[in-house]
């Protein structure tokens, strides 16, 4: 996230694009709803489902799943054509610019609306006037940019749009990504991913390598990057892996086409589930190590601004139960490590030394200030904003981006799109909010949210039991008939293992970051009759 949540207040404009905000993020959202509502600002929402904040909105696009860097593309030939973009900042702080434009020349309103599935061409060229006249605006996006096979590009567009108008570096605007998960940032400014070492420092630099084998006094590490979690899964349903230790995820659940995922772990000759809850992934475990939760702990999380916070412990934990770090620990030392970490804090010491963007930041000073990353020194400040001045590559560079459609497309058997997301009152796999008994009470079961027109032509009635198949397999589940979805569009919640949506998707990957395309597979929808 390149702005900062305390600058919505600052913000003139607002392009929400693949976010259902006041569902997955409320408090971001109800800020934003507040300032479109109550201070008359400006609102673009471009989503397949016509969420919450679509009622407030100058302009709503209710584009078919998977098509958004098309329409991304097609506001940026209306800024182009009509000399709307800002000028200065595209010759002082950016690259690239001719290359661009050159690709955008065919992306016209028509063109692009009948990609994107929409009746209004005209609206695409005031929508991009709209967003040309407000400074600043803001993007904000979430999974329903980057969970296709084209999410890469979808992040590079929104990049695109917000350097063509100007709006990068400047307090109130942006390109802010919406994390799915509270710590998903500060996992990944960890080091858990493939490919990296904490602070996105490469592992298959050398460089890199031999720091860290300084630091960690050790020799030989590796720098052939591992494996992403989609491609753990094809490779322990290859036999090529033989075991798995997996802390507070729940695959089974998370992961597209769970059948394929199930099977994996059946092979698995060792599989160590470490979590708070017997999760649906925990019952295919060998061996469970019980976990603290979050008012049992104490550390840090870093959230989707960048903001590194302090967590305390509150409640004792029960007995057996200890600190993630504590038994991971543990086994590291039984397998010839000599770590000798006492407390969380311990912890945080290293990772000052091995993340520069951490290097200021301390315990104290995170209980009395909003510091966020990069903090290089202890008299910093923190950086609230991004790229003021420069960009760390020196200058931006425009990056040309086609639209590819998605990895399946419709046919006569499977005619329907499935699309999946989340509702309010359930969070992520339900570990924990399934155990709330007022949050289960609130949403207690999963539906297929299908368009009337569609409903219609199927003979299905609202409530009725519904059969939804994909190519990788069939749920039942309750139809839900209500207009939020276009027509030929289905849309299934994938928090319930009675009706698990992730049955039914797709596990082909971003070629670049390996992300599954959750967001779009061909299905049927049958009645089911008793």
């Given at each position: 996230?390149?702005?900062?949540?305390?600058?919505?207040?600052?913000?003139?404009?607002?392009?929400?694009?693949?976010?259902?905000?006041?569902?997955?993020?409320?408090?971001?959202?109800?800020?934003?709803?507040?300032?479109?509502?109550?201070?008359?600002?400006?609102?673009?929402?471009?989503?397949?489902?016509?969420?919450?904040?679509?009622?407030?909105?100058?302009?709503?696009?209710?584009?078919?799943?998977?098509?958004?860097?098309?329409?991304?593309?097609?506001?940026?030939?209306?800024?182009?054509?009509?000399?709307?973009?800002?000028?200065?900042?595209?010759?002082?702080?950016?690259?690239?610019?001719?290359?661009?434009?050159?690709?955008?020349?065919?992306?016209?309103?028509?063109?692009?609306?009948?990609?994107?599935?929409?009746?209004?061409?005209?609206?695409?060229?005031?929508?991009?006037?709209?967003?040309?006249?407000?400074?600043?605006?803001?993007?904000?996006?979430?999974?329903?940019?980057?969970?296709?096979?084209?999410?890469?590009?979808g992040v590079k567009s929104t990049a695109?749009?917000?350097?063509?108008?100007?709006?990068?570096?400047?307090?109130?605007?942006?390109?802010?990504?919406?994390?799915?998960?509270?710590?998903?940032?500060?996992?990944?400014?960890?080091?858990?991913?493939?490919?990296?070492?904490?602070?996105?420092?490469?592992?298959?630099?050398?460089?890199?390598?031999?720091?860290?084998?300084?630091?960690?006094?050790?020799?030989?590490?590796?720098?052939?990057?591992?494996?992403?979690?989609?491609?753990?899964?094809?490779?322990?349903?290859?036999?090529?892996?033989?075991?798995?230790?997996?802390?507070?995820?729940?695959?089974?659940?998370?992961?597209?086409?769970?059948?394929?995922?199930?099977?994996?772990?059946?092979?698995?000759?060792?599989?160590?589930?470490?979590?708070?809850?017997?999760?649906?992934?925990?019952?295919?475990?060998?061996?469970?190590?019980?976990?603290?939760?979050?008012?049992?702990?104490?550390?840090?999380?870093?959230?989707?601004?960048?903001?590194?916070?302090?967590?305390?412990?509150?409640?004792?934990?029960a007995p057996l139960v200890r600190d993630?770090?504590?038994?991971?620990?543990?086994?590291?030392?039984?397998?010839?490590?000599?770590?000798?970490?006492?407390?969380?804090?311990?912890?945080?010491?290293?990772?000052?030394?091995?993340?520069?963007?951490?290097?200021?930041?301390?315990?104290?000073?995170i209980e009395k200030e909003l510091i966020?990353?990069?903090?290089?020194?202890?008299?910093?400040?923190?950086?609230?904003?991004?790229?003021?001045?420069?960009?760390?590559?020196?200058?931006?560079?425009?990056?040309?981006?086609?639209?590819?459609?998605?990895?399946?497309?419709?046919?006569?058997?499977?005619?329907?799109?499935?699309?999946?997301?989340?509702?309010?009152?359930?969070?992520?796999?339900?570990?924990?909010?399934?155990?709330?008994?007022?949050?289960?009470?609130?949403?207690?079961?999963?539906?297929?949210?299908?368009?009337?027109?569609?409903?219609?032509?199927?003979?299905?009635?609202?409530?009725?039991?519904?059969?939804?198949?994909?190519?990788?397999?069939?749920?039942?589940?309750?139809?839900?008939?209500?207009?939020?979805?276009?027509?030929?569009?289905?849309?299934?919640?994938?928090?319930?293992?009675?009706?698990?949506?992730?049955?039914?998707?797709?596990?082909?990957?971003?070629?670049?970051?390996?992300?599954?395309?959750?967001?779009?597979?061909?299905?049927?929808?049958?009645?089911?009759?008793?």
């Amino acid at each position: 996230m390149t702005n900062s949540i305390r600058e919505i207040p600052q913000t003139e404009g607002f392009l929400v694009i693949g976010s259902n905000t006041t569902e997955n993020h409320p408090v971001i959202g109800s800020m934003i709803k507040n300032e479109v509502l109550n201070k008359k600002k400006k609102l673009v929402v471009v989503d397949p489902r016509r969420i919450e904040l679509a009622r407030f909105a100058d302009y709503y696009f209710p584009i078919r799943p998977g098509t958004n860097v098309a329409i991304l593309n097609g506001f940026m030939h209306v800024i182009i054509k009509e000399g709307l973009y800002d000028k200065d900042f595209v010759e002082t702080r950016t690259e690239g610019f001719e290359e661009l434009k050159k690709t955008l020349e065919k992306y016209t309103p028509k063109y692009v609306a009948e990609i994107c599935g929409l009746d209004k061409p005209d609206d695409i060229v005031a929508a991009a006037r709209l967003m040309a006249s407000v400074k600043p605006l803001a993007l904000y996006y979430s999974m329903g940019i980057t969970q296709f096979v084209s999410g890469v590009n979808g992040v590079k567009s929104t990049a695109n749009l917000q350097m063509l108008l100007g709006n990068m570096g400047v307090a109130g605007g942006g390109v802010n990504p919406l994390r799915g998960q509270n710590n998903v940032q500060g996992a990944c400014d960890m080091g858990a991913l493939p490919a990296s070492y904490p602070a996105y420092q490469p592992v298959a630099n050398e460089d890199n390598k031999k720091k860290f084998e300084g630091l960690w006094g050790v020799t030989d590490l590796s720098i052939k990057p591992g494996l992403t979690l989609v491609e753990m899964m094809n490779a322990a349903h290859a036999g090529e892996i033989k075991a798995m230790y997996v802390m507070g995820e729940n695959p089974v659940m998370s992961d597209p086409n769970q059948q394929h995922v199930i099977e994996a772990l059946e092979k698995l000759e060792l599989f160590v589930v470490q979590d708070i809850f017997l999760t649906e992934t925990a019952q295919y475990a060998h061996v469970i190590l019980p976990a603290c939760a979050f008012l049992e702990k104490e550390g840090t999380a870093t959230n989707t601004e960048r903001r590194v916070q302090p967590m305390h412990r509150v409640l004792e934990p029960a007995p057996l139960v200890r600190d993630d770090w504590w038994i991971t620990m543990q086994i590291a030392n039984r397998m010839g490590a000599k770590w000798e970490y006492e407390e969380a804090k311990d912890i945080f010491a290293e990772v000052r030394k091995v993340t520069p963007s951490y290097a200021g930041i301390t315990y104290n000073r995170i209980e009395k200030e909003l510091i966020q990353w990069p903090c290089p020194t202890v008299e910093h400040p923190g950086t609230q904003l991004l790229h003021r001045d420069a960009f760390s590559r020196g200058k931006g560079i425009f990056t040309p981006i086609e639209y590819t459609a998605p990895f399946e497309e419709t046919d006569r058997e499977y005619p329907l799109v499935l699309t999946t997301g989340r509702v309010l009152a359930q969070f992520h796999t339900g570990t924990m909010s399934r155990n709330s008994k007022v949050l289960e009470e609130t949403a207690p079961e999963g539906f297929v949210e299908i368009n009337p027109n569609d409903a219609s032509d199927l003979n299905i009635n609202d409530g009725e039991l519904v059969s939804v198949s994909t190519r990788r397999g069939s749920i039942r589940i309750k139809a839900k008939v209500v207009g939020r979805s276009k027509s030929n569009v289905v849309f299934i919640p994938f928090h319930y293992y009675e009706s698990c949506a992730n049955r039914l998707t797709v596990d082909c990957l971003d070629p670049v970051c390996k992300i599954p395309e959750y967001k779009v597979c061909a299905c049927k929808v049958e009645k089911i009759v008793a």
